[in-house]
T-cell receptor, first 116, second 114 residues
Framework: GENVEQHPSTLSVQEGDSAVIKCTYS??????FPWYKQELGKRPQLIID?????GEKKDQRIAVTLNKTAKHFSLHITETQPEDSAVYFC???????????????FGTGTRLTIIP | DTGVSQDPRHKITKRGQNVTFRCDPI?????LYWYRQTLGQGPEFLTY????????KSRLLSDRFSAERPKGSFSTLEIQRTEQGDSAMYLC????????????FGPGTRLTVT
């Protein structure tokens, strides 16, 4: 089955600086890669996603890049703000196939702390 | 609130007891997923439904676990003969079958087995 590794496990960044979180996946058939943000005691929330037919996607201060050959993808947050402090999870899955594996496999999370 | 809801939010039970959790998905969503999340880990897939059909179950879902979605709307997850290792946050998520990859999570049910 799919295995997703995520690094680093903790990350502290000065407010205004950029943060980068990296994930690798094992299943070359995976074709959808979402990122979730989970604040303390709250539900995971989808913040951005990317499909395997594109290499990069951006939404305001957040961007995700995908390297299918190397099987890794990254989350980039620019101009970080205190409200960006949370745990971020990457995930991988394969959709639209006959494999029946349409579920998310999550990484272990990165605790991001923005230092004011 | 039109999001995914779960009940109860917290459950404390003694080892050996049975517990049942409920998930109400977003009304037009026909896919429903159950995940389990332990402290410091990402959510782990347990099972999912498309309408009332249970399409996949994880190996994590032992015989003590059963999930149903009888009318294709809300779902229940039952754990029989609970063990301390069952202590976790149980998360439900839903999505549209046409966009199954966009899963929206509920607030979770935190289970503590003493």
């Amino acid at each position: 089955g799919e295995n997703v590794e995520q690094h680093p496990s903790t990350l502290s960044v000065q407010e205004g600086d950029s943060a980068v979180i990296k994930c690798t996946y094992s299943d070359s058939a995976s074709n959808y890669f979402p990122w979730y943000k989970q604040e303390l005691g709250k539900r995971p929330q989808l913040i951005i996603d990317i499909r395997s037919n594109v290499g990069e996607k951006k939404d305001q201060r957040i961007a995700v890049t995908l390297n299918k050959t190397a099987k890794h993808f990254s989350l980039h947050i620019t101009e970080t703000q205190p409200e960006d402090s949370a745990v971020y999870f990457c995930a991988a899955s394969r959709w639209g196939s006959n494999f029946g594996n349409e579920k998310l496999t999550f990484g272990t999370g990165t605790r991001l702390t923005i230092i004011p | 609130d039109t999001g995914v809801s779960q009940d109860p939010r917290h459950k404390i039970t003694k080892r050996g007891q049975n517990v049942t959790f409920r998930c109400d998905p977003i009304s037009e969503h026909n896919r429903l997923y159950w995940y389990r999340q332990t402290l410091g880990q990402g959510p782990e897939f347990l099972t999912y439904f498309q309408n009332e059909a249970q399409l996949e179950k994880s190996r994590l879902l032992s015989d003590r676990f059963s999930a149903e979605r009888p009318k294709g709307s809300f779902s229940t997850l039952e754990i029989q003969r609970t063990e301390q290792g069952d202590s976790a946050m149980y998360l439900c998520a839903s999505s549209l079958v046409g966009r199954p990859y966009e899963q929206y999570f509920g607030p979770g049910t935190r289970l503590t087995v003493t």
